[in-house]
């Protein structure tokens, strides 16, 4: 019978597609007693799933990429432990030796102890945590019933939405993968890191769906109209006719973006703006090829330095960039050196001592001049790759003109050696400054003479510049780029970059996000580097600006006193 | 051996990223290492353990750290919970 529920929106989207029903630990086990023989061969099956456990989140955070996997990848993390953690694991070989349980029958009743003692947890927050335990269970559970069977890695879910309580965020990236069509949570916010992935995914979601978990069954048919934050379960067939039309409409939609991809990007009064993609790594850039990008104006290297015992080799940092090189065909590839400090790199290979105060301690170019062999060998696999495309070299953290120099003399003198090896590489490799420190945009003129181009790490520089740190919640108003202080500093860079003809980009949040695109486009920016989902958005936006009236408001949003004041020029 | 009393000062107190971070840590030295808090002694390297301690901030805690290398065990985790996990909050 047809009913219709109201949640909150989490992801919009629309999407038809068969329930699954997913309660939260359903955990069915072998009920019957082991004889004496059989229980190291059940230790062993309990052994056994853990290991898939374990290979299954490994590979799991693997395949994530971008600013919330380090999130993402910390639970996991978490996760994984549990299956390390003898208080639980040990308690079920006990159980399984002692009782004559079943492993499933042994992992349910730890399970279940574990779990009461969570319940009695008085914090709310801390009780929750149980949900943690329950996502591990249920994945070793799951291994057990496989019996040793590799995961099901077929399209279970295709065509499928989730219905259920709340979805940890590891689960929904695997499940997008399978082909899932819409999450229906029951619990669940918008602000969840299950609806911000989701968001990130354009995966439909609605979440708050109070009591759709005892009504909804396996296959009913769910039509998601996750904008309006609503669902139609058993929809009739006027429902079908209204949705067939809107997604008609939708496609049209994407087949006209689709066309623009094609094209480049221009604002309405058809002047030319350059959209570059951020990379982390080989899948962003195969996103970035995908979305258009005009180049990489922005691959970051860390991830070769993070969650791993020993450096990268030199033969192993070239595959990668060569790899991206290739990725990208003709359009140049833009490699950032090393950009960690002490923040990022504790207990990693680079042993770099703890910072009172890593924001402002040995980071970026200040590491890598310092440890010159660890420099040098990147130095080395980047121009490397330079024979198989076009690579731009980026330096991150400058904030002084000796910096500069001495990297270009590193990199002159790695030219040199390889040359001398008839190692094949490119002639020209442009080497460039991140403009993110205010000591560069004070000098950026005389910086501007010795870099052959500028990137704006305009995440840094707004961080720097307000003195707000932005993963920070008790100073998040401080950090807002509306401020009359940064947009200030973004003016005095690009004129600075304008007047030496040094090329200028922005890569950080503002360049990706379509609010910022009018502000920076009446500054004069024509570069603009960002994750490669913002790159449709923001080429959306710019066919709807006029380039010609914004620039010629730029002097109103440098006089501009306040954030009210800039929103109010943003707006018209 | 050597103990040291803590109060918790993340804003979350002993949620699961924050016990990851500490077993991880204390992993990392060879000593045993044990949390005692409310009559209960729970070893700091087990992230069950930690998350059922359930010690929200402001709760006072005494780590034990019983081993060769104690010392410099005691100051990497008292150092972890003055930086609040790195949750920068």
């Not at chain 1, 399984?96 to 914090?123: C, N, V």
């Not at chain 1, 002490?342 to 440890?371: C, F, H, M, Y």
Request: hydrophobic share 45%; proline share 3%; charged share 25%.
């Amino acid at each position: 019978m047809r009913s219709q529920w109201q949640g909150s929106k989490a992801s919009g989207g629309l999407s038809l597609g068969r329930a699954r029903v997913v309660y939260s630990a359903n955990l069915e086990i072998e009920a019957d007693l082991i004889d004496d023989a059989a229980i190291p061969n059940e230790t062993k099956r309990f052994e056994a799933a853990l290991n898939t456990t374990r290979q299954e989140l490994q590979s799991l955070s693997e395949r994530l990429s971008g600013a919330l996997a380090r999130d993402l990848v910390e639970i996991i993390e978490a996760h994984a432990l549990i299956l390390d953690d003898p208080d639980f694991t040990d308690g079920v070989v006990a159980l399984i030796r002692a009782e004559h349980l079943h492993a499933t029958a042994a992992l349910k009743r730890q399970r279940d102890q574990l779990a009461a003692a969570f319940d009695a947890i008085e914090d709310p927050y801390l009780r929750a945590r149980r949900d943690d335990l329950d996502h591990v269970v249920q994945r070793v559970f799951a291994a057990l019933q496989r019996g040793g069977a590799e995961p099901d890695r077929r399209v279970r879910a295709d065509g499928e939405i989730l219905v259920c309580e709340s979805l940890p965020p590891a689960e929904l990236a695997q499940l997008q993968y399978q082909g899932l069509h819409g999450v229906v949570a029951t619990a669940s916010s918008p602000y969840s890191h299950t609806a911000i992935l989701a968001r990130s995914f354009r995966m439909p979601m609605v979440c708050g769906v109070k009591g759709a978990l005892a009504q909804i069954h396996d296959g009913d048919l769910i039509l998601l109209d996750a904008d309006h934050g609503s669902l139609i379960v058993q929809p009739d067939a006027i429902d079908l006719t209204r949705f067939r039309s809107q997604q008609k409409e939708i496609e049209r939609t994407e087949r006209r973006r689709s066309r623009q991809k094609a094209g480049v990007a221009k604002t309405r009064d058809g002047y030319v703006i350059r959209l570059h993609a951020n990379a982390d790594d080989a899948e962003t850039i195969v996103l970035a090829a995908r979305a258009g990008a005009d180049s990489i104006g922005l691959f970051r290297t860390e991830f070769l330095f993070m969650r791993r015992r020993e450096l990268p080799s030199e033969e192993e940092q070239f595959r990668v960039y060569r790899d991206a090189v290739i990725s990208m065909g003709n359009k140049p590839v833009t490699l950032r050196t090393l950009d960690l400090g002490a923040d990022k790199t504790v207990g990693g290979p680079l042993e770099i001592s703890q910072e009172e105060n890593p924001a402002l301690g040995l980071r970026g170019i200040r590491l890598s001049l310092q440890r010159s062999a660890l420099f040098a060998t990147q130095l080395r696999a980047m121009l490397r790759a330079s024979a198989f495309g076009s690579v731009r070299i980026l330096l991150p953290m400058v904030s002084a003109v000796e910096e500069v120099r001495a990297a270009r003399s590193l990199l002159e003198s790695c030219m040199a050696e390889l040359r001398a090896s008839k190692v094949p590489m490119s002639d020209q490799v442009p080497l460039g400054v991140m403009i993110e420190v205010p000591a560069a945009v004070m000098i950026c003129n005389e910086l501007a003479r010795i870099a052959d181009f500028f990137a704006i790490g305009s995440n840094d520089l707004a961080q720097y510049v307000l003195a707000a740190d932005r993963n920070n919640a008790a100073v998040v108003n401080h950090y807002d780029p509306l401020h009359p202080a940064f947009i200030r500093t973004l003016f005095l860079v690009f004129d600075g970059a304008h007047r030496a003809r040094c090329p200028i980009s922005i890569c950080g949040e503002i360049a990706g996000d379509p609010l910022y695109t009018p502000l920076l486009i009446a500054l004069g920016l024509t570069d603009f580097s960002m994750h490669p989902n913002s790159i449709r958005d923001v080429r959306d936006m710019l066919a709807t600006l006029n380039r010609k009236s914004l620039r010629a408001k730029a002097k109103r949003f440098l006089h501009a006193a306040d954030r009210e004041s800039l929103c109010a020029l943003m707006e018209n | 051996m050597v103990e040291q009393d803590i109060v918790v000062s993340n804003k979350l107190g002993l949620h699961a990223r924050a016990s990851a971070k500490l077993v991880q840590l204390t992993s990392g030295f060879q000593s045993n290492a044990f949390l005692l808090c409310r009559g209960r002694e729970i070893n700091a390297k087990s992230i069950m353990g930690l998350m059922l301690l359930a010690a929200g901030k402001g709760t006072l805690i005494r780590v034990r750290m019983d081993g060769s290398d104690e010392a410099a065990a005691m100051a990497a985790v008292i150092d972890l919970f003055e930086r609040k996990f790195d949750e920068g909050e």
